[in-house]
Nanobody
Protein backbone atom coordinates (compact mmCIF):
# COMPACT_ATOMS: atom_id res chain seq x y z
CA UNK A 1 0.00 0.00 0.00
CA UNK A 2 1.33 3.40 -1.00
CA UNK A 3 2.27 5.58 1.95
CA UNK A 4 3.08 9.25 2.19
CA UNK A 5 4.53 10.30 5.52
CA UNK A 6 4.95 13.93 6.49
CA UNK A 7 7.35 15.24 9.09
CA UNK A 8 8.79 18.55 10.22
CA UNK A 9 5.77 20.32 11.62
CA UNK A 10 5.81 22.08 14.97
CA UNK A 11 5.45 25.34 16.86
CA UNK A 12 7.31 28.43 15.65
CA UNK A 13 7.10 32.15 16.28
CA UNK A 14 5.91 34.53 13.60
CA UNK A 15 8.73 35.31 11.19
CA UNK A 16 10.34 31.95 11.77
CA UNK A 17 10.91 29.01 9.46
CA UNK A 18 10.04 25.33 9.21
CA UNK A 19 10.86 22.64 6.66
CA UNK A 20 8.31 19.94 5.97
CA UNK A 21 9.21 16.61 4.38
CA UNK A 22 7.03 14.04 2.67
CA UNK A 23 8.50 10.59 2.11
CA UNK A 24 6.79 8.17 -0.24
CA UNK A 25 7.05 4.42 0.01
CA UNK A 26 6.09 1.40 -2.11
CA UNK A 27 6.07 3.32 -5.39
CA UNK A 28 7.87 6.21 -6.96
CA UNK A 29 6.14 9.41 -8.04
CA UNK A 30 8.91 10.75 -10.25
CA UNK A 31 6.46 11.08 -13.18
CA UNK A 32 3.68 12.58 -11.07
CA UNK A 33 2.87 15.97 -9.67
CA UNK A 34 3.18 16.17 -5.90
CA UNK A 35 1.64 18.92 -3.82
CA UNK A 36 1.14 20.38 -0.39
CA UNK A 37 -2.30 21.32 0.89
CA UNK A 38 -3.35 22.72 4.26
CA UNK A 39 -6.49 22.75 6.34
CA UNK A 40 -7.78 24.58 9.39
CA UNK A 41 -10.83 23.54 11.43
CA UNK A 42 -14.09 24.35 9.68
CA UNK A 43 -12.45 25.24 6.39
CA UNK A 44 -11.86 23.43 3.14
CA UNK A 45 -8.48 21.89 2.47
CA UNK A 46 -6.63 24.37 0.26
CA UNK A 47 -3.81 24.12 -2.23
CA UNK A 48 -0.44 25.50 -1.13
CA UNK A 49 2.20 24.43 -3.65
CA UNK A 50 2.94 21.86 -6.36
CA UNK A 51 6.02 20.44 -8.03
CA UNK A 52 5.56 18.61 -11.31
CA UNK A 53 7.44 15.65 -12.81
CA UNK A 54 9.55 18.21 -14.75
CA UNK A 55 10.24 20.31 -11.64
CA UNK A 56 7.88 23.08 -12.63
CA UNK A 57 6.83 24.89 -9.43
CA UNK A 58 3.44 26.38 -8.66
CA UNK A 59 2.26 28.30 -5.60
CA UNK A 60 -0.88 29.72 -4.09
CA UNK A 61 -0.71 33.51 -4.03
CA UNK A 62 -0.68 33.64 -0.24
CA UNK A 63 2.68 31.78 -0.02
CA UNK A 64 4.53 33.20 -3.01
CA UNK A 65 7.90 34.57 -2.02
CA UNK A 66 7.80 32.82 1.37
CA UNK A 67 7.48 29.08 0.69
CA UNK A 68 9.61 26.92 -1.60
CA UNK A 69 8.59 23.46 -2.77
CA UNK A 70 11.13 20.93 -4.02
CA UNK A 71 11.56 17.23 -4.59
CA UNK A 72 14.37 14.67 -4.55
CA UNK A 73 13.33 11.77 -6.77
CA UNK A 74 16.34 9.71 -5.72
CA UNK A 75 14.98 9.78 -2.17
CA UNK A 76 11.32 9.73 -3.24
CA UNK A 77 10.83 12.72 -1.00
CA UNK A 78 9.22 16.14 -1.35
CA UNK A 79 9.91 19.21 0.77
CA UNK A 80 8.28 22.50 1.70
CA UNK A 81 10.57 25.20 3.04
CA UNK A 82 8.43 27.75 4.85
CA UNK A 83 9.97 31.12 5.71
CA UNK A 84 8.53 34.33 7.14
CA UNK A 85 5.73 32.34 8.72
CA UNK A 86 2.58 34.16 9.81
CA UNK A 87 -0.04 33.17 12.38
CA UNK A 88 -2.49 32.65 9.52
CA UNK A 89 -0.23 29.87 8.21
CA UNK A 90 -1.29 27.79 11.21
CA UNK A 91 -2.89 24.61 9.84
CA UNK A 92 -2.47 20.90 9.32
CA UNK A 93 -0.30 20.45 6.25
CA UNK A 94 -0.84 17.45 3.98
CA UNK A 95 1.28 16.12 1.16
CA UNK A 96 -0.41 14.52 -1.80
CA UNK A 97 0.48 12.72 -5.01
CA UNK A 98 -1.48 12.60 -8.24
CA UNK A 99 -2.24 9.09 -9.47
CA UNK A 100 -2.11 10.18 -13.11
CA UNK A 101 1.38 10.77 -14.45
CA UNK A 102 2.46 13.95 -16.20
CA UNK A 103 -0.59 15.98 -15.23
CA UNK A 104 -0.55 19.31 -13.41
CA UNK A 105 -3.50 19.84 -11.15
CA UNK A 106 -4.13 21.90 -8.01
CA UNK A 107 -7.55 20.41 -7.29
CA UNK A 108 -7.61 18.23 -4.21
CA UNK A 109 -10.17 15.88 -5.80
CA UNK A 110 -7.54 14.89 -8.39
CA UNK A 111 -5.13 13.56 -5.77
CA UNK A 112 -5.45 9.91 -4.80
CA UNK A 113 -2.61 9.59 -2.33
CA UNK A 114 -2.44 11.59 0.89
CA UNK A 115 -0.27 11.73 3.97
CA UNK A 116 -1.64 11.78 7.49
CA UNK A 117 -0.90 15.48 7.99
CA UNK A 118 1.50 17.42 10.17
CA UNK A 119 0.51 20.32 12.42
CA UNK A 120 2.14 23.70 11.90
CA UNK A 121 1.42 26.32 14.56
CA UNK A 122 2.70 29.88 14.25
CA UNK A 123 2.45 32.03 17.35
CA UNK A 124 2.21 35.81 17.22
Amino acid sequence: QVQLVESGGGLVQAGGSLRLSCAASVRTFSRNTMSWFRQTPGKEREFVAAVTWSNSLHYADFVKGRFTISRDNAKNTMYLQMNSLKPEDTAVYYCAADRISMRLTTKKRDYDYWGQGTQVTVSS
